[in-house]
């Protein structure tokens, strides 16, 4: 049987892709499946702009609360977890809107993945360890005496991607290049892939600062106070999320008032790799979502997915 392509709604944090993709997802009878690597964790619902009870009664949701924030959450699974909810959607008849801006998850459902060696507690323990002792530049020169394609695309003061890097080589022999060569094909068919991508820089930021403004109102520090109070690893990927890695750090240092100020700068940081990263891409219809409407959007979306 064929199956209409799945598409994609991408764009930098703050951009607006959850007030765009629940019309979408009703004109298109679709479902959402979220590729945000944030939205998996349970009670990390302010920080990560999570859908609201209304709007997921709205439209259908998956790989929303489906992990604790102790648990580990990989691509590996992630693309699991992608392709059972879209044979799932699909059963039903309905199509498949794939929504979010973790760009690692939409390069494994496009591109492939190679197939890496699962985590390794111990290894990770070690590095870390390691990492305090000596520091990013020590960890990254040993990264560049075994893989140096692989230094050259990780930064230093990306400690998650470096000992990522490292632990692969220690726990399989391989580095993470030759590996990433022998990717394995997932969505084999034809994707339609949209992007929000503000023609001023300025109108994001400013959207950025308005939501961390509303995430406080909210309530997002009474959040961050529950998380600390379980005590969990500090080097956990939750809790490396973008404004809650920073308001944990603030509420350690005993100044909570500090938090803002750095998510501000942390997540203008994130929005710009996420721009650089969509523009580099062919293939994908860009929507200036400064300049229009969500209506305006709506019709440039169903446009671009309409097009041969």
Known sequence: MTHPPPIFLLGPTASGKTALALPLAEALDAEIVSIDSALVY????????????????????????????????????????????IRSIRSRGRRVLLVGGTFLYYKVLVEGMAPMPPANVEVRRQLSESLAEQGSEALHAELRSIDPVAAERIHPNDPQRLLRALEVFRVSGQTLTALQANTRPLLTEEVRAIALV???????????????????????????????????????????????????????????????????????????????????????????????????????????????
Not at 63 to 85: C, K, M, N, T
């Open 198 to 308: 503000p023609d001023s820089r300025a109108w994001l930021h400013g959207r950025i600062a308005r939501r961390l403004d509303a995430m406080e109102d909210a309530g997002f520090l009474d959040e961050v106070r529950r998380l600390a109070a379980l005590e969990l690893p500090r080097d956990l990927p939750a809790l490396k999320s973008v404004g809650y890695r920073q308001a944990l750090d603030a509420l350690h240092a005993g100044d909570i008032s500090a938090w803002k100020a750095a998510a501000l700068v942390a997540t203008r940081q994130l929005a710009k790799r996420q721009l650089t990263w969509l523009r580099s891409l062919e293939g994908i219809e860009h929507i200036a979502c400064d300049q229009l409407s969500i209506d305006q959007q709506l019709d440039a979306a169903l446009k671009a997915i309409a097009q041969p």
């Open 42 to 85: 349970r009670g990390m619902d302010i920080g990560s702009a999570k859908p609201d009870a209304e709007e997921l009664a709205r439209v259908p949701h998956h790989l929303i609360d489906i992990v604790a924030p102790d648990e580990p959450y990989s691509a590996a699974r992630f693309a699991d977890d992608a392709l059972a909810a």
